[in-house]
């Protein structure tokens, strides 16, 4: 068993869409490295079961809604892993969707971060790392907001890097491939309509066709990144953007 060390008592952390998956996993971690950590999550009744279960703090909040302002402010890790998929042909795709997508991938981190950063910079100290994805790095039909927005999320967190690095403030990009979590479950069923295929062949054929290691991640494994990424190791990681993609990118 890995031992954990508290290499986080007494600072702040949020993880955002932290009721489950990889965000559950990521506030089940910070905690366990001695973080008080708040779960933010739309749903609110999950983001309070979290919450109880390492003794940290929940936030009901729709982050692409008005009701986020100044959610970021006194936090000295934040961990920006909110997410929704859509899938569907680009000349399919719902506007209105692509937007909301936008807003809760790439202006509420943003948000987020700029509520952060004068307290990160006032202490000397503080972590960004937002949760990407290979879709970071490469594309994919079908997911025009998706794609669009994890690449957006990559370029801020390069600037967060440039402008925090003077304060003692680091900010990274994890960027995993699928992840076996309820989004990924969601992302199958809608593969299979859109490729008119059966479940597991999406997995097999379109899922990990471009992956070496044949198999989804864990939200474990995402969380451990994430991690290291706040520890004293990792001091001199910024700007970065680390795959957990079983060799996606390596092609």
């Not at 890995?2 to 702040?12: D, E």
């Not at 929940?58 to 909110?82: C, H, K, Q, S, T």
């Not at 994890?150 to 890097?161: F, N, P, Q, T």
């Not at 989004?183 to 997995?203: F, K, N, P, Y």
Request: hydrophobic share 45%.
């Amino acid at each position: 068993m890995t031992s954990v060390t508290p290499h986080l008592t007494g600072r702040r952390a949020l993880v955002t869409g932290g009721a489950s998956g990889i965000g559950l996993a990521c506030a089940r971690r910070l905690a366990a490295a001695g973080a008080r950590v708040t779960v933010a999550d739309l749903d609110g009744t999950a983001a309070e079961r979290a919450a109880r279960e390492f003794g940290g703090d929940a936030l009901a909040v729709d982050l692409a809604g008005p009701d986020a302002a100044g959610v970021g402010a006194g936090f000295d890790v934040l961990v920006n892993n909110a997410g929704v998929q859509h899938v569907a042909p680009l000349h399919e795709f719902p506007p209105e969707v692509f937007s909301r997508i936008l807003r809760l991938m790439v202006e509420a981190p943003f948000r987020l971060v700029r509520d952060a950063l004068p307290g990160m910079y006032e202490r000397g100290w503080g972590r960004v790392v937002n949760v990407s994805s290979v879709h970071g790095l490469r594309a994919s039909p079908f997911k025009a907001a998706y794609v669009t927005a994890k690449h957006g999320l990559e370029g801020l967190s390069k600037v967060i890097a440039l402008e925090g690095a003077a304060h003692g403030v680091t900010s990274n990009c994890v960027n995993p491939s699928y992840v076996r979590t309820p989004l990924v479950e969601g992302q199958i069923a809608d593969q299979a309509r859109a490729h008119g295929m059966s479940e597991d062949d999406v997995v097999e054929r379109v899922m990990l066709q471009k992956a070496a290691v044949k198999r989804l991640a864990e939200p474990e494994e995402v969380a451990e990144l994430v991690a290291y990424l706040c520890s004293p190791a990792a001091a001199m990681v910024t700007g970065a953007s680390l795959t957990l993609d079983g060799g996606w990118t390596a092609h």
